[in-house]
């Protein structure tokens, strides 16, 4: 009996211990984006913002344990792509966040802007 008990606390034990190992995995990464691209422009920080589409990139391409925060500069961003201006996000992580840095945001197309 003793060593059933033991067996079976063991067993919890390693069953915490992956869950806390799983958890430690998943990171919030923050991406950083200005109506045009400046810096070194690989969406690291304010200073080298990339544009809105290149954050979405970035975004699709994290791993799936991740979530995203997109932090928007101030301006206009102009989309574009026919026949209506779209960003494609096909993100499959925890939460994806867009988030206005400073000011307001304005996305912008010819027609009709939409986020799909």
């Known amino acids: 009996m003793t060593t059933r008990r033991l067996g079976i606390a063991a ?3 390693l069953c915490l211990l992956a869950v806390s190992a799983t958890s430690a995995e998943a990171a919030t990464d923050s991406l950083y984006a200005a109506p045009t691209a400046i810096g ?24 799936v344990t991740d979530s995203v925060r997109v932090e928007l500069a ?21 939460s ?18 939409g986020i799909m």
């Not at 994806?96 to 802007?113: E, I, K």
């Open 11 to 13: 067993l919890a034990g």
């Open 40 to 63: 070194a422009a690989d969406c690291s920080s304010p200073a080298d913002a990339c544009t809105i589409a290149t954050a979405v990139t970035s975004a699709n391409a994290e791993p």
């Open 74 to 94: 101030r301006g206009v961003y102009q989309l574009s792509g026919p026949p209506t201006p779209v960003l494609a996000v096909t993100f499959a992580g925890p």
């Open 96 to 113: 994806l966040t867009f988030a206005a840095g400073s000011g307001t945001p304005v996305l912008s197309g010819t027609r009709s802007a």
